[in-house]
């Protein structure tokens, strides 16, 4: 599952902007070069291969355990070394180093440090110069209502006032727009600007949306409504999807087995 997984996250390391990478060579439109990728699947363990020129990363699963990546250089001269004997020392730190880069960007994906670090700035309190940001707990229904005000505001090129601000986050409140008042506004935009959500235009009243403000709020609003909510009603068994709450059903079944201490059918 690893593998399958590994491969299909990586299906565009063939293109010549992210294998020029991988092999630290500069692939311009003029370059007479082959850069592709190939999945190798037929009658032989499933493999895959970034290719530049006459050379290629190998990656595949060694033994059923572990996820092997070999480098293989046919022609020394394609990545700027000689084919004497000598140069062995060059040409073991040129594979090394793109076995570490494409193993790199596959770590991301498996292993997120930036969205751990990230998550985590955003769900605990802060002190950003002088100041204490409180914490965007991802739950928190003001903290939703908040982040999907952002996005009817992020292509405005002159920014959103105060007053423009209370008028979409009061009804997402349940209240009256006049039950948000103009401190409760400045107190929570106060919040996302020390965040880096939004930024005060200069020599204005006026904020804008920032870049990772806008990513950060799709990601709050349509985790939420796309995935927890349907994910609880399944487990609550209040209106599930049919396929969703048959699964958990199942689940719960197989749970209750091994509670009782007889063996689940794989």
């Known amino acids: 599952m690893f593998l399958e997984e590994t491969i299909r996250e990586n299906l565009d390391l063939g293109r010549p902007d992210r294998a020029q990478l991988i092999f630290d060579r500069r ?87 930036l969205g751990q670090e990230t998550s985590d700035g955003l769900h605990r309190p802060a002190v950003v110069g002088d100041r204490r940001a409180s914490a965007l707990r991802f739950g928190d229904p003001r903290v939703q209502a908040l982040l999907a005000t952002l996005l009817a505001f992020r292509l405005l090129p002159a920014g959103f006032a105060n007053r423009d601000f209370r008028e979409h986050a009061g009804p ?58 349907p994910a609880l009603a399944a487990v609550a068994d209040d209106r599930a999807p049919p396929d969703l709450g048959r699964l958990v059903r199942r689940f719960d079944h197989h749970v209750e087995r091994l509670w009782e201490g007889r063996r689940t059918a794989a």
Not at 73 to 101: H, M, P, Q, S, W
Not at 190 to 218: D, K, S
Request: glycine fraction near 8%; include cysteine.
């Open 27 to 113: 692939i311009l439109r003029r370059t007479r070069t082959r850069s592709r990728l190939r999945v190798v699947t037929n009658g032989v363990v499933p493999s895959l291969l970034v290719d530049y020129k006459h050379s290629h990363v190998k990656q595949y699963l060694k033994g059923g355990r572990a996820l092997r990546t070999e480098t293989v250089v046919n022609d020394t001269y394609e990545i700027g070394v000689n084919r004497k004997l000598i140069n062995l020392d060059d040409l073991k730190r040129i594979g090394f180093a793109a076995n570490r880069r494409l193993l790199g960007v596959q770590r991301i994906s498996h292993d997120p440090p």
């Open 172 to 229: 997402l409140f349940e209240a009256r727009a006049a039950a948000y008042g103009p401190g409760r506004a400045t107190y929570d935009l106060g919040r996302l600007r020390r965040r880096g959500l939004v930024e005060r235009i200069p020599r204005t009243h006026r904020y804008r949306v920032t870049a990772l403000g806008h990513r950060v709020a799709l990601c709050y609003c349509r985790a939420h409504r796309r995935v927890l909510a």
